[in-house]
């Protein structure tokens, strides 16, 4: 039987990260409403997924287990950048 040692040391961390994602994200829309370049947009939308799947994670019962749904939307915010960064490349050409 494992038990955490400072759960609220955890969700402490969890929130900080989630909010430092929330601020990057701002930046990036900032840096999108500048260039309207898709890649910022792209690093919106993975900066806001990421950021609230933290704080979906703080609400969980247990947390060390996860879910296949939080688990498909950072795949989705991943695949996004990717996607953007594909297009960039592969349009400069």
Do not use: Y
């Not at 900080?16 to 919106?44: K, M, N, P, Q, Y």
């Not at 704080?55 to 947390?63: A, D, G």
Request: glycine share 6%.
């Amino acid at each position: 039987m494992t038990q955490m040692l400072h759960p609220f040391t955890d969700i402490f961390l969890l929130g900080f990260i989630a909010g430092c994602s929330l601020v990057a994200a701002l930046f990036f829309l900032r840096f999108w409403r500048e260039t309207r370049d898709l890649l910022f947009l792209s690093f919106v939308v993975f900066f806001v997924i990421q950021g609230f799947s933290n704080m979906f994670v703080i609400s969980l019962r247990h947390p060390n287990l996860g879910s296949p749904l939080l688990f498909a939307l950072r795949l989705f915010s991943v695949l996004v950048v990717l996607g953007a960064i594909l297009r960039k490349n592969l349009s400069q050409n």
